[in-house]
């Protein structure tokens, strides 16, 4: 055992294969993810066939063949015996119709994806592994390797809200933890639904655009809808004991059809709506004798809301949708929903009388509440939404989950170095995917991510068997293919560049495309940043289409990698991207590009810098964007905007005296410049200097530039302290206009009118300008409707009152308001007294609330309660006349109705 293990260290890394084409909220949600593990140090490495949206650099998402279907009995021979892996034979071409329809004869593909997984536990040695939809063969291949490792993996599917993802241990489905773990199902059974909750989930569903609102028919007759799911779920094949388990009454789409029409009473209509990827189900409901319409255009939330009844064979996700949508359901296999007291359940026997049942919704009312049990629950426990979304829990709250499982990194550069050998080892496997051979006999595959393009591309030239070849191209990229193929024995006889100008390459000429017919080579590899389409037609051209084999990647895949390699210095094209994507706001795509740099370049600060400054853009916690900081600091940075930006960085991360030191060091370094001395202003103060001591170093700031909204802000603060009221307000409405939407600027001017006893209505119109903005706070709101009740607006004073209410309930402040605001509208006595009474078990009770009460419960003649109320208000300002006074006054009426009695 070496060293390494008995440390435990772990590789850090967090892997997740995503099959779905990157739509913005998943992408969106993987960012969240990763930003997360990242301050956790954990990576997050992502599986995908598709290339990421703008080919973003960060997170890493590298290549996976998904490429599964329509094997031929040469690729299944080809696949090495695994007892554990045998039964994906049995189910593969089930999913034919989610590829391309050509494939070439023999090809291994499920053998490749094997060889795949292996390496990747190999070589990237992961932490945690998920796997997107647990029944297709690339996830069960890869959970299933997970198992045999003792690596802790989950499965993973789109949950039934809009931006929202499941997690579950292995499947959605039957195999949900809902059934298969007793401790969850006990908790389900105990739980509550949020009526809150529920509602929101609701609205966010039924906000979601529906694709087609049309209408199946115009008949009115009641409807009856036929879901089925992917055959690979529940339908077939049937020696499948998992499959026979949940789907144990029907074995296809058209046993299911055939028995639901048989069922179904006098006057009701069928639709039928197989799954996509269900062939034989498709076929037969197209067919004459279908005894149902099929319908394939209408949206599923459409097609739910038209039913009366929706039967379903399979598909988890959208019972749920139906259960959201409170339409009866029939269930003809088990689900999720099997034994909870949600559906219809048909265990073989009478169809007839479920269907009777579900049409005329009996014990609908009771089903109703078991499904929002079920729904919350899930929205509560197994949902992860962005930000907006009903569920419980967001990417964050999956990273924390996830980095649970980390072992502790050796280093970043291990991380790397571990990510690099993977790349290496499957780029043979991967050849098959990112390349393409065209010619006039076969079609172009589908064009997959590949960043290691080179090493795959040189690969397929060399197993191609050609002795001699053409690159095209002169640039590095070119070159750096020659390389690998001149070290495999495979001759370049010539590089071919657009004009053919170029210097002669390793003593290989480079020639013009006109050149290529007087070739001998039968191969060109496309190496060049250009296309093949550019390069078929020129050989097509020529008149040498039939004589020469053109093979490269997709111009997608190797347009970014040329043009990186094309510079002398890479990092500096990442920074130009990173630049440009932040202009746009597009910060994961800029995070991405910095990332990149700082990777072709380690000991370059300027990209760790970049990098800090889109975290803080973006959101992230203080410490991070110092940590990122220091880090550059670290590298030698020294630039002023950097210590500066740094300085200001630490100061919010609660490193203050950090914070002054670079401040200070700024100040030397940018004389110009007001941020410096904004920054050591700010640490004096919290350092707990008076304003006095303050303010010199923000009027020496605000002598250079630029005078920020917040510098002014800060300095106005201080004047106000400091008891400058005239300055105070200058500066206060300098930071107003300059940020119109900014509350704090316009409270304290509110706050300064009232100082110098200026008109009620320009005192309430500064504080309206800052309910209008960010943020709202309570002393704004309450502030505002006091100033709001002495300008003459008792109903504006009140509404501000019941907001302050409810932003801190337990205060007494609002409720003297409201009661106040209700006596300037005339409101009867026991109204007011009402709302003091409720202002009085509040906290910070003032005399003048004590004072109040007891004037109204001296009104209503409540004595007692008034004489306790003014005893209050004189405890707590001995001085104040009138509270005396009335004190006085209650215990001499007090004594006289004594005297009667």
């Known amino acids: 055992m070496s060293a390494r293990d008995l440390t435990g260290a772990g590789s850090g890394l967090v892997v997740a294969a995503q099959i779905l084409e990157w739509k913005a909220q998943i992408w969106d949600f993987w960012c969240g993810v990763a930003h997360a593990l990242e301050t956790q140090g954990q990576q997050l490495v992502l599986l995908s066939p598709w290339t990421p949206p ?206 639901v029409r048989a069922a179904m009473p006098a006057g009701t209509r069928l639709v039928l709506r197989p799954h996509p990827a269900d062939v034989e189900g498709q076929r037969y409901s197209r067919g004459p004798d279908a005894p149902g319409a099929l319908v394939n255009a209408l949206s599923i939330r459409a097609l739910i809301e038209e039913a ?96 649970r499982f980390g072992l502790g990194v050796e280093s970043d550069a291990d991380r790397r170095q571990r990510l690099s050998n993977f790349g290496e080892r499957v780029a043979p496997l991967l050849a098959p995917y990112v390349c393409r051979e065209v010619s006039t006999a076969q079609r172009p595959m589908r064009p997959v991510y590949e960043p290691y393009v080179e090493a795959a591309l040189a690969d397929v030239v060399v197993r191609s068997g050609e002795p001699h070849v053409v690159v095209c191209g002169a640039d590095r990229v070119a070159q750096r293919i020659g390389a690998r193929l001149a070290s495999a024995g495979v001759a370049i006889e010539a590089y071919v560049d657009d004009d053919g100008s170029c210097a002669p390459i390793d003593g290989v000429p480079v020639l013009g495309y006109d050149a290529l017919g007087s070739l001998s080579s039968t191969t060109v590899v496309l190496a060049s940043h250009g296309g093949e389409d550019v390069m078929r037609q020129r050989l097509q051209t020529g008149g040498t289409s039939q004589a020469l084999r053109l093979i490269g990647p997709s111009t997608t895949v190797l347009g970014d990698a040329a043009s990186v390699a094309q510079l002398d210095a890479p990092e500096q094209l990442w920074m130009t991207r990173g630049h440009q994507y932040a202009g746009r706001g597009e910060w994961e795509g800029a995070y991405g590009a910095f990332v990149a740099a700082h990777q072709a370049r380690p000991e370059w600060p300027e990209p760790l810098y970049r990098q800090a400054l889109v975290m803080r853009s973006r959101g992230d916690a203080p410490e991070r964007v110092w940590a990122r900081l220091s880090e550059a600091i670290a590298l030698g940075g020294d630039a002023p905007g950097l210590l500066t930006d740094a300085g200001f960085a630490a100061f919010a991360a609660g490193e203050h005296d950090v914070a002054e030191t670079l401040a200070v060091r700024s100040c030397e370094a940018w004389s110009d410049a007001s941020y410096p001395w904004h920054l050591r202003a700010l640490c004096a103060r919290q350092r707990g200097l008076p304003a006095e001591a303050v303010l010199p170093l923000l009027q020496e700031a605000a002598t250079r ?197």
């Open 308 to 403: 009366d009844v929706v039967v379903v064979l399979g598909g988890t996700r959208t019972q749920l949708e139906v259960a959201l949508l409170d339409v009866p359901i029939v269930l003809l296999s088990r689900s999720v929903l099997w034994g909870q007291g949600i559906a219809h359940e048909y265990a073989g026997g009478d169809l007839a009388r479920l269907l009777r049942a579900a049409l005329a919704r009996e014990g609908h009312e009771r089903r109703r509440v078991e499904a929002d049990r079920l729904l919350d629950f899930i929205a509560a426990h197994a949902l992860y939404g962005l930000p907006g979304s009903p569920a419980a829990r967001g990417p964050a709250d999956f990273a924390r989950f996830l980095a």
């Open 705 to 901: 530039t630029p005078v920020t909204p917040e510098l002014a802000f800060d300095l106005a603060s201080a004047l106000h302290e400091a008891g400058h009221l005239a300055r105070a307000e200058a500066n206060a409405r300098e930071a107003a206009a300059a940020r119109p939407l900014w509350s704090a600027p316009w409270y304290l001017l509110g706050v300064l009118l009232r100082a110098r006893q200026a008109p009620a209505d320009e005192i309430l119109e500064a504080f309206e300008h800052g309910l209008a903005g960010e943020p709202i706070t309570l002393e704004l709101v309450i502030d505002a409707g006091f100033a709001a009740l002495v300008a003459g607006q008792p109903d504006r004073a009140d509404a501000l009152a019941q907001q302050g209410a409810s932003l801190q309930p337990d205060w007494s402040v609002p409720w003297h308001l409201r009661a106040l605001a209700a006596r300037a509208k005339g409101e009867r006595t026991v109204v007011i007294a009402e709302l003091l009474h409720r202002g009085l078990r509040g906290t910070g009770v003032s005399a003048e609330l004590a004072f109040d009460a007891a004037c109204a419960a001296f009104d209503l003649g409540q004595l007692d309660e008034a004489l306790r109320h003014a005893t209050q208000a004189v405890a707590a300002r001995p001085d104040w006349t009138d509270a005396r006074q009335l004190q006085r006054a209650i215990g001499a009426r007090l004594t006289t109705h004594e005297t009667r009695s």
């Open 54 to 259: 703008g080919r973003a650099a960060w997170p890493v998402v590298l290549p996976m063949p998904y490429a599964i279907g329509e094997f031929t009995p040469d690729a299944r021979a080809s696949m090495a015996h695994d007892p554990a892996w045998d039964h994906l034979l049995a189910t593969d071409d089930l999913y034919r119709t989610f590829l391309p329809p050509s494939r070439k004869a023999g090809q291994p593909e499920l053998a490749s994806l094997q060889a795949y997984v292996r390496a990747l536990f190999e070589a990237l040695a992961p932490d945690v592994v998920m796997g997107w939809a647990p029944p297709f063969p690339s996830s069960r291949l890869l959970l299933g390797e997970a198992s045999r490792r003792e690596i802790p993996s989950f499965g993973l599917e789109i949950g039934f809200l809009p931006n929202s993802l499941m997690v579950e241990s292995r499947d959605v489905g039957f195999g949900s933890d809902l059934i298969s773990h007793p401790a969850v199902s006990d908790l389900l059974a105990a739980h509550v639904p949020s009526a809150e909750r529920m509602q929101r989930i609701r609205e966010s569903y039924r906000a979601a655009p529906r694709d087609i609102a049309d209408r199946t028919a115009d008949d009115p007759a009641p409807v009856v809808v036929l879901l089925g799911s992917c055959p690979g779920f529940n339908l077939q094949p049937r020696e499948s004991r998992q499959i026979r388990l949940g789907s144990p009454w029907f074995g296809s789409f058209a046993d299911a059809a055939e028995a």
